[in-house]
């Protein structure tokens, strides 16, 4: 398994800033995940983030809202941009096991309500 | 378009008691998972099943894994109130390396 932090754990954002968000793994790992997920919802994927290529989005998400970087295999960013009140979720970062099972394992999230 | 359902969605028993999660899909995985998520945390990884029809036991926790790989189980006997939490499961398709997530069962179980 990987131990996965999210930094901040939870925040309270104006209309109109952004926020970056922080992953960081206990090991490195090529494949890095953000969601997002409304409490008591299932997930949805934004973008997988891979070190060194360009982060792939999910239909409905796009860079420049949601700026991702990958500066290393143990590392990653998540940057809401322009917020709305709609942007109020959870974001969860997660990576792939190394068992061979794809399972992923999971960061606590954080829980961003824009006023 | 959400590949995987789950059933029911929400769930409230008494603690002592039986239940049975469903997860459906009518595309096939190379494999599937189920996550139990708690309020402030991030979904923890409960079971991998891999082969159909594979029958996986965690403790009180029945996994399975249908014989076609479209579908899953979650049972769990004699419920605790430990077992609070919104279930998830996921099927991962080798074919594009994609991961799918189920629309979510929440349970809730009353001392």
């Known amino acids: 398994s990987a131990v996965i932090s999210q930094k901040p754990s939870r925040d309270i954002c104006q209309r109109g800033t952004s926020l970056t968000i922080q992953c960081q793994v206990d090991?490195?790992?090529?494949?890095m995940f953000w969601y997002r997920q409304q409490p008591g919802q299932s997930l949805t994927l934004i973008a997988t983030?891979?070190?060194?290529?360009?982060?792939?989005?999910e239909s409905g998400f796009v860079i420049d809202k949601f700026p991702i970087s990958r500066p290393n295999l143990t590392f990653s960013t998540l940057t809401v941009s322009n917020m709305s009140p709609e942007d109020s979720s959870i974001y969860l970062c997660?990576?792939?096991?190394?068992?061979?099972?794809?399972?992923?394992?999971f960061g606590p999230g954080t829980r961003l309500t824009v006023l | 378009t959400q590949l995987l359902e789950q059933s029911p969605q929400f769930l409230s028993i008494q603690e002592g008691e039986n239940l049975t999660v469903y997860c459906n899909s009518s595309?096939?995985?190379?494999?599937l998972q189920w996550y139990r998520q708690e309020p402030g945390e991030g979904p923890v990884l409960l079971v991998t099943?891999?082969?159909?029809?594979e029958v996986k036991k965690l403790k009180r926790l029945t996994f399975q894994f249908g014989d076609a790989r479209k579908d899953s189980s979650l049972h769990i006997t004699a419920a605790q109130t430990g077992d609070t939490g919104l279930y998830l499961c996921?099927?991962?398709?080798?074919?594009?390396?994609?991961?799918?997530f189920g629309t979510g069962t929440s349970l809730t179980v009353i001392p």
């Open positions: 996921a099927g991962y398709s080798n074919t594009g390396n994609q991961f799918y």
């Open positions: 997660s990576v792939i096991g190394a068992g061979g099972g794809h399972e992923q394992f």
């Open positions: 099943v891999v082969t159909g029809g």
């Open positions: 090991s490195q790992v090529t494949m």
């Open positions: 595309s096939v995985f190379s494999s």
């Open positions: 983030a891979n070190q060194g290529s360009e982060a792939t989005y």
